[in-house]
């Protein structure tokens, strides 16, 4: 059988149960407040834009790699049957939006 409690037991058990609510209602006080959902949000997209980012950085280092690969050889030359080509259609997409530009201008 339990033993009986006496009035003083009884209250300190109130006043502890009144503190320890009284945190839970800080933390949810702090959990819904607008600057905590918008500053959780913002840092959650900042995660994504940073993964997305890095994601898309080793992407196109790697694809720097492979095309610096193929425009040398396997000694380090410059192969320039590759390079010519390339080069050009670089200068006629240049020349392309150039005058793209300019048209829009007119």
Do not use: C, S, Y
Not at 43 to 54: E, F, I, S
């Amino acid at each position: 059988m339990p033993e009986a409690r006496t009035p003083e037991q009884i209250e300190a058990d109130i006043v502890r149960r009144r503190e320890q609510l009284a945190e839970t209602l800080d933390e949810i006080g702090v959990r819904v407040h607008p600057k905590t959902i918008v500053g959780d949000a913002k840092a959650k997209v900042a995660g994504v834009v940073d993964h997305t980012a890095g994601r898309a950085f080793v992407a196109v280092n790697r694809l720097v790699t492979d095309v610096r690969g193929g425009l040398r050889g396997e000694d380090g030359a410059p192969r320039l049957e590759r390079i010519v080509p390339v080069a050009l259609v670089a200068v006629a997409l240049v020349g392309l939006l150039a005058l793209g530009a300019r048209r829009k201008r007119a």
